[in-house]
């Protein structure tokens, strides 16, 4: 569970700066900025397997490059549902945007562990 908070804290973090670097991304507030992290974990958990399973043939046949099409578009999902969240640049700006995600996530990932910081013994 921590984890995964910590994780949804990363892509509010990715997502934050996002809207910094890329045009055409706009999200509101704190608030939507937080839940849009949180939703971004729940459809990379969720809905994004099964569209990888639906896509599969046409993933292989782009030799993967398809991938950054289907990120894109989970990006794009949550702005869709989520109000307060609006990416006016299209495709572009949500494959920017997932890129950052990404990029902040793997940092992430790589300072605190796979599983949170249960990676650091305690004393």
Known sequence: ?????????????????????????????????????????????????????????????TLGLFLLVLNAAMVALVAWILPGFHLYGGFRAALFTWIIVWLTGWLGSALIGERGFERYPRR
């Not at 921590?2 to 991304?25: E, I, P």
């Open 1 to 61: 569970m921590t984890g995964f908070l910590l994780r949804a804290l990363l892509s509010a973090l990715g997502l934050y700066l996002a809207t910094r670097w890329v045009h055409g991304v706009y999200i509101a507030n704190l608030e939507t900025l937080l839940l849009a992290g949180l939703l971004l974990g729940v459809v990379n958990a969720i809905v994004r397997p099964v569209a990888f399973i639906l896509t599969l043939p046409l993933t292989i046949v």
